[in-house]
């Protein structure tokens, strides 16, 4: 019986989520057959309140967490250059693996062939972006103008359509820009690493700031805690709502069925064999006795569909393996703003299905450099709920694709949402093992030149 206490209290949040996400599932199938046969737009809304609450005050708390995270881990990494260049090298080779995996998974299976059904009506095209116009505006948005705005809108360039845009091609047509709503994470995330740079290089005058960041993010993270204690009431509510919204599951599958395999033949692969073997060639070790004690990220991931909640669980998990703190602080806040191979894997192939689907004829070539937009569409994505599928309409208006059809895996994206949180989580852990296993030495040296003594460290070297 002892040990039975000590099992489901070490293991609490575990099986919380997983009782709040069926008991979601149950009364969301139970509401659904058994009561009304249709539900109104106002009452899922009352169903889902509770959740919606919920994820209100997740998505409140992802800016002060990811900046004073990374403020306060930089500091402390501020000439460990080595760690900053080996998080580099691994998000840009597990991102490369990324595109690989999904051109080879969607040109071998061609799930929206399969799928295809006379029943679909092409539409004409409604290209009303450019691809290197999103490219662009990704860097422009890595220099915000303005901090302030960089909070709450993201730069985004506009083509105004001309009267006669049948005519005129869309290169040649007026270009201006707009402040779309969204949080300018990718500008936040540089101007964070550049603080707390500039903290750490200034040598014992910065250590109040850094104080000040430090305990930010131990505060941000214990209030994330704390609202992730009611992650399986959230979870519950929200499911069942969005069981609710879905009219017919059986033509959801007869439409979607390969491109959901698909999907998670990709997740699969990329987060359980591709990254676990990267990481044993690496370091020699297994990575599996990595990803099981990240159990209570996993269950945050399932209950909020959000990479940033997960962040303090992910952090006391590495800790507890024995990875340093100045590497688990750092990695883990920038890669739950960043390194969003989960949704890259889902955009990717979304936008290649919908191709597939409507019948249109893209080269190998292209549809690399579709994979590459979806991918870099991705990065600064914040890790919210259900934003993947936001990136993927932008995406797809960029090549000139009809958007309508995306409404199709809309239905799913709240399902699928979860699994891609959880290989976002496998990656930066495994990514945290793998940096830990190369700069041993760098953090020694950094532990044995702290803040207080920067100015002589400066000098020695």
Avoid at 275 to 285: D, E, N, Q, R, S
Avoid at 323 to 330: E, G, L, P, R
């Amino acid at each position: 019986m002892n040990n039975l206490v000590l099992f489901l209290s070490k293991h609490k949040l575990i099986i919380s989520t997983i009782v709040g996400v069926t008991a979601g599932i149950i009364c969301g199938m139970s509401l659904k057959h058994y009561t009304r046969k249709s539900w109104s737009d106002r009452d899922i809304m009352y169903i889902k309140f509770p959740g919606e609450i919920f994820l209100r005050m997740v998505n409140f708390l992802i800016l002060p967490l990811i900046t004073s995270s990374i403020i306060s881990a930089t500091c402390n990494l501020s000439k460990s250059g080595p760690i900053r260049l080996m998080a580099l090298y691994y998000y840009l080779t597990t991102t490369t693996i990324g595109i690989i995996l999904c051109v080879i998974l969607v040109e071998t299976i061609r799930p929206g062939e399969l799928m295809r059904s006379e029943n679909i009506t092409v539409s004409t095209s409604t290209k009303t972006f450019m691809a290197v116009d999103t490219i662009l505006d990704l860097f422009r948005n890595l220099f915000p103008e303005n901090l302030i705005l960089a909070c709450m809108y993201q730069h985004q360039t506009v083509l105004e359509k001309p009267a006669n845009a049948n005519t005129v091609p869309i290169e040649e047509w007026s270009i201006t820009s707009e402040n779309a709503a969204g949080t300018n994470v990718l500008g936040l995330v540089f101007h964070s690493l550049l603080l707390g740079l500039a903290i750490g290089n200034i040598g014992t005058k910065g250590k109040p700031l850094s104080d000040f960041f430090n305990c930010l993010a131990d505060v941000m993270m214990n209030i994330i805690k704390w609202i992730t204690l009611i992650a399986p009431i959230g979870a519950s509510f929200l499911i069942a709502g969005r069981i609710l919204e879905i009219d017919d599951f059986g033509n959801v599958i007869s439409h979607l069925g390969f491109y959901i395999l698909t999907v998670f033949i990709g997740l699969i692969l990329q987060g359980f064999v591709i990254l676990p073997f990267l990481h044993y060639i690496i370091t020699g070790k297994s990575p599996y006795k990595i990803i099981f004690k990240l159990g209570p990220s996993f269950a945050t991931a399932f209950g909020t569909s959000s990479s940033t909640a997960t962040v303090p669980y992910t952090i006391q998990c590495l800790e507890d393996l024995g990875i340093n703190s100045k590497i688990t602080k750092f990695l883990v806040p920038i890669g739950a703003a960043i390194n969003m191979d989960g949704i890259a894997l889902y955009e990717t192939i979304g936008a290649i299905f919908i191709i597939q689907l409507r019948g249109l004829q893209f080269s190998l070539f292209k549809i690399i450099i579709i994979s590459i937009t979806c991918t870099v569409s991705c990065v600064g994505a914040a890790g919210i709920p259900s934003g993947g599928y936001m990136m993927l309409i932008m995406v797809l208006n960029s090549i000139g694709v009809p958007v309508e059809d995306v409404t199709l895996i809309i239905a799913t994206d709240w399902f699928v949402d979860r699994f891609r949180t959880t290989i976002n989580i496998i990656g930066d852990a495994l990514g945290a093992s793998i940096i830990s296993r190369f700069c041993k030495e760098d953090l020694k040296e950094d532990e044995m030149c702290p803040l207080e003594t920067n100015v002589i460290c400066n000098v020695s070297t």
